[in-house]
């Protein structure tokens, strides 16, 4: 048939033309831009898909930052300690040398004396100066705050790490399900039950020392003696009507007593051999978890609680006592997930020579001049134990310091980066353009259209084939 007023054939090769420039303009876009997916329409759960992805990605590369920001922190915090750690040992060599009092004169004590002063002052400006993008490390900021702990209860309570929930507090049970002991040694005469005189070894942790009686010392007068030198022993002795008790000066299985007759009869009972004695750990639930206990010592270690903390005296019994942990402590987001299992916590205490030591030994502020310990006490064993405290202090923050570095933080890192490479393949695999297959499609769409443009032109020219029927 031969009509004019409709171009079917036309109208056919205008829609194919229209499809396959829609198809090239796809694939221009698609080489332009290097994305398959450039819009909502070109796949619609595939944009969803990456868009998921994209929001992952940004997150890890966000957890990647902190955990690196983490670690930049710790590190100054751990150059800090470094140099407290190279100073205490000063103070140590100072205190070990004054104590040879008979090599020594009054002056070099004194010049000694002066440059623990001013190790000191030197600890205590480290503790106060330390400092990450004005945030101090070292000064207890960083430390975790409690509230409602009984000091007749717990003598010490040192956080070290807890996972707080916002804007709340994280209780914590402690409960003593058996008391330490101190070692004991019993002597049941009203005197020394040998006629002739005896002579006593005394050995304790500290150390050892032989005491010499007369055959009619009375227990009060043995006790007295005992005590006298319980600071180079670690034994001390109480009497009563009863007899004579020798106890540890520490609770505990690494606390012993040893009391033996060098001359003479003195008979002690009551130790795990016929003179000497051990003493007992406590057992503590700390919120139901069994703790590491040492004496009075009670530790725990996991993800959500850190802590250690030293009994009282009193409250060496069965009983139960309760606190709260209010806030404090290092936050560090370094998780693509921002909720608090996603956090790592770690309390860095206050280092300063207030703080570094402990209650029953003394602080290390103890030895600067005219305090307790400082070298004109003579206190020079007891100076060396503060000392000595101070350090594990330090070390062992330091190394708690370094573990978190290593196996938290840098172990995080590693992870984080190999998420990150894989959900980023996974990203570029929905959206990315496959290039060598965009190439050919922009062949194909190329010959396509000019194909179809040379079938619209032929098209058009069709109908002026009727004018020759009007001749």
């Known amino acids: 048939m031969s009509r004019i007023n409709t171009n079917?054939?036309?109208?056919?090769?205008?829609?194919?033309?229209?499809?396959?420039?829609?198809?090239?303009?796809?694939?221009?876009?698609?080489?332009?831009?290097?994305?398959?997916?450039?819009?909502?329409?070109?796949?619609?759960?595939?944009?969803?898909?990456?868009?998921?992805?994209?929001?992952?990605?940004?997150?890890?590369?966000?957890?990647?930052?902190?955990?690196?920001?983490?670690?930049?922190?710790?590190?100054?915090?751990?150059?800090?300690?470094?140099?407290?750690?190279?100073?205490?040992?000063?103070?140590?060599?100072?205190?070990?040398?004054?104590?040879?009092?008979?090599?020594?004169?009054?002056?070099?004590?004194?010049?000694?004396?002066?440059?623990?002063?001013?190790?000191?002052?030197?600890?205590?400006?480290?503790?106060?100066?330390?400092?990450?993008?004005?945030?101090?490390?070292?000064?207890?900021?960083?430390?975790?705050?409690?509230?409602?702990?009984?000091?007749?209860?717990?003598?010490?309570?040192?956080?070290?790490?807890?996972?707080?929930?916002?804007?709340?507090?994280?209780?914590?049970?402690?409960?003593?399900?058996?008391?330490?002991?101190?070692?004991?040694?019993?002597?049941?005469?009203?005197?020394?039950?040998?006629?002739?005189?005896?002579?006593?070894?005394?050995?304790?942790?500290?150390?050892?020392?032989?005491?010499?009686?007369?055959?009619?010392?009375?227990?009060?007068?043995?006790?007295?003696?005992?005590?006298?030198?319980?600071?180079?022993?670690?034994?001390?002795?109480?009497?009563?009507?009863?007899?004579?008790?020798?106890?540890?000066t520490q609770f505990g299985t690494d606390a012993f007593a040893s009391v033996e007759a060098l001359s003479g009869t003195f008979t002690v009972t009551g130790g795990s051999s016929t003179i000497r004695d051990e003493g007992r750990n406590a057992a503590v639930l700390i919120n139901g978890t069994s703790a590491n206990t040492s004496g009075l010592n009670a530790s725990i270690r996991t993800s959500a609680l850190s802590l250690s903390l030293t009994l009282t005296n009193t409250f060496n019994t069965l009983g139960t006592t309760t606190f709260g942990i209010t806030g404090g402590g290092a936050d560090f987001a370094i998780s693509p997930s921002v909720e608090l299992a996603g956090r790592e916590s770690i309390g860095i205490n206050a280092v300063q020579t207030g703080s570094l030591g402990n209650k029953s030994l003394g602080f290390l502020s103890s030895l600067a001049s005219g305090q307790a310990n400082a070298l004109s006490s003579k206190n020079f064993a007891q100076a060396q134990r503060i000392v000595r405290e101070s350090v594990d202090t330090v070390s062992s923050l330091r190394g708690r310091l370094g573990a978190f570095q290593r196996n938290t933080i840098e172990s995080t890192i590693a992870s984080l980066q190999v998420a990150l490479e894989n959900t980023t393949a996974a990203e570029s695999a929905i959206r990315d353009a496959d290039f060598a297959e965009e190439t050919s499609r922009l062949t194909r769409a190329q010959i396509l259209v000019n194909s179809a443009t040379q079938v619209l032109g032929i098209a058009n020219a069709a109908p002026q084939s009727i004018l020759q029927l009007l001749q």
Do not use: C, W
Not at 122 to 128: D, L, P, Q, S, V
């Open 8 to 248: 079917v054939s036309s109208l056919v090769a205008t829609r194919v033309l229209n499809s396959q420039q829609a198809a090239l303009n796809q694939t221009l876009g698609r080489l332009s831009t290097g994305l398959r997916i450039n819009t909502g329409k070109d796949d619609p759960a595939g944009l969803i898909a990456s868009e998921t992805l994209r929001s992952e990605i940004r997150a890890t590369k966000a957890a990647i930052t902190n955990a690196e920001r983490a670690n930049t922190v710790v590190s100054v915090a751990e150059g800090g300690l470094q140099e407290i750690s190279n100073l205490l040992l000063s103070v140590e060599d100072l205190v070990d040398k004054s104590s040879n009092e008979a090599g020594l004169s009054q002056d070099e004590v004194a010049a000694n004396q002066l440059e623990i002063d001013s190790i000191l002052d030197t600890i205590n400006r480290i503790a106060n100066s330390t400092a990450f993008n004005g945030k101090k490390l070292l000064d207890g900021s960083l430390a975790y705050a409690t509230s409602s702990v009984n000091a007749s209860n717990l003598a010490a309570v040192k956080i070290t790490g807890a996972r707080i929930p916002d804007n709340g507090k994280k209780a914590v049970v402690v409960q003593v399900t058996q008391s330490a002991q101190a070692a004991r040694l019993t002597f049941s005469g009203a005197g020394t039950t040998a006629a002739n005189a005896v002579t006593l070894q005394v050995i304790g942790n500290y150390g050892s020392d032989i005491f010499s009686f007369a055959g009619s010392a009375k227990v009060s007068a043995i006790a007295f003696s005992i005590n006298q030198n319980s600071q180079l022993t670690g034994v001390s002795a109480v009497a009563s009507a009863a007899g004579l008790n020798f106890y540890s």
